[in-house]
């Protein structure tokens, strides 16, 4: 088998993100969410999506996020909050007067209308069934 082949199988074995039905994607909302952290997370780890449950469920990838220490919360089938929108880990350095400091501020879900005073719940996992 050619390394073309390869691809192609290893595409359909994970998946291959592009396919993927994702959430709405946002901004974290206004205020102080980041943590300042000693140092930068591990790799992120490579994961194997299980099978598509089907709509409104959405994928969500897995991260890493601080506690005072790096935890990783494995990727998952998700049905969306409604009004709400997922914001991506970030990690940024951080002027503290002469110094610099690491801060992160974790994956999360806000509301889509920033005038919205309700929070939005964790989302509700959406059951998969392995192929056999």
Do not use: N, Q
């Not at 595409?11 to 980041?34: N, Q």
């Not at 997370?41 to 959405?58: F, H, I, K, L």
């Not at 929108?85 to 501020?105: K, T």
């Amino acid at each position: 088998m050619g390394p073309r082949r390869l691809t192609l199988v290893a595409c359909a074995t994970l998946a291959c993100g592009a396919e993927l039905r994702r959430p709405a994607y946002g901004p974290e909302p206004v205020g102080d969410l980041a943590v300042t952290v000693p140092e930068a997370p591990p790799p992120a780890r490579v994961e194997s999506v299980p099978p598509d449950p089907g709509a409104p469920c959405v994928w969500v990838d897995g991260a890493w996020s601080w506690d005072e220490g790096w935890s990783w919360t494995d990727g998952a089938w998700v049905e969306p909050p409604d009004g709400c929108h997922r914001s991506r880990p970030r990690l940024f350095w951080e002027a503290d007067g002469a110094a610099w400091r690491l801060r992160h501020v974790p994956a999360g879900w806000h509301p889509t209308d920033p005038d919205a005073r309700a929070r939005c719940t964790e989302p509700r996992r959406c059951a998969t069934t392995m192929a056999k």
